[in-house]
T-cell receptor, first 109, second 116 residues
Framework: RKEVEQDPGPFNVPEGATVAFNCTYSNSASQSFFWYRQDCRKEPKLLMSVYSSGNEDGRFTAQLNRASQYISLLIRDSKLSDSATYLC??????????FGGGTRLMVKP | EPEVTQTPSHQVTQMGQEVILRCVPI?????FYWYRQILGQKVEFLVS????????KSEIFDDQFSVERPDGSNFTLKIRSTKLEDSAMYFC??????????????FGAGSRLTVL
């Protein structure tokens, strides 16, 4: 089993749609969880940290399910500018963060 | 907004040559990292560095690679005897701290290495 696994997509959605991505991780001892966003040929940028109780930042909601070892990201009211690759990131040991392969989102007019 | 800066943005080198990629982390950050991303693949951890020594490294980070903080601001990745498969984007990152909820990484824009 891969350490951090994501559906690569692409997810093609119309503007205004709600879309959800899931991510599973294999190390039950992981403590830190993040969603990063990566635009084509650019660096990853932090979208949001994921907290045990779930958290929301505007149109973005992140959830953590420790029992099932998965993390989700929900994007409401999708914008064209949300088109990017969304990276699930988990600390797998100490201060080493492991990235999933990313889920590509394309928002169409 | 503070940023991590990397140079060069793109380097082309011949197989077998040595390259040095440079990074200036955010000034009050204490932890420094190198990641790489081969085109079309995922971001892979190479090494983390704290208090002037390597704190963790991956299987990728073998004897061909080394890191150094030669002064108070720069953090470098040296790749000796480059191979074709070293062609990738190399990202430097830094964070203020580590531990649960604290190790938020800020990435530089990357250095693209092309080995011919």
């Amino acid at each position: 089993r891969k350490e951090v696994e994501q559906d690569p997509g692409p997810f093609n959605v119309p503007e205004g749609a709600t879309v959800a991505f899931n991510c599973t991780y294999s190390n039950s001892a992981s403590q830190s969880f993040f969603w990063y966003r990566q635009d084509c040929r650019k660096e990853p940028k932090l979208l949001m940290s994921v907290y045990s109780s779930g958290n929301e930042d505007g149109r973005f909601t992140a959830q953590l399910n420790r029992a099932s070892q998965y993390i989700s990201l929900l994007i409401r009211d999708s914008k064209l500018s949300d088109s990017a690759t969304y990276l699930c990131v988990v600390n797998t040991a100490g201060n080493m963060l492991t990235f999933g392969g990313g889920t590509r989102l394309m928002v169409k007019p | 907004e503070p940023e991590v800066t990397q140079t060069p943005s793109h380097q082309v080198t011949q197989m077998g040559q040595e390259v040095i990629l440079r990074c200036v982390p955010i000034s009050n950050h204490l932890y420094f990292y190198w990641y790489r991303q081969i085109l079309g693949q995922k971001v892979e951890f190479l090494v983390s560095f704290y208090n002037n020594e390597i704190s963790e490294k991956s299987e990728i980070f073998d004897d061909q690679f080394s890191v150094e903080r030669p002064d108070g601001s720069n953090f470098t990745l040296k790749i000796r005897s480059t191979k074709l498969e070293d062609s990738a984007m190399y990202f430097c990152a830094s964070s203020r701290a580590t531990g649960a909820g604290a190790n938020v990484l800020t990435f530089g824009a990357g250095s693209r290495l092309t080995v011919l």
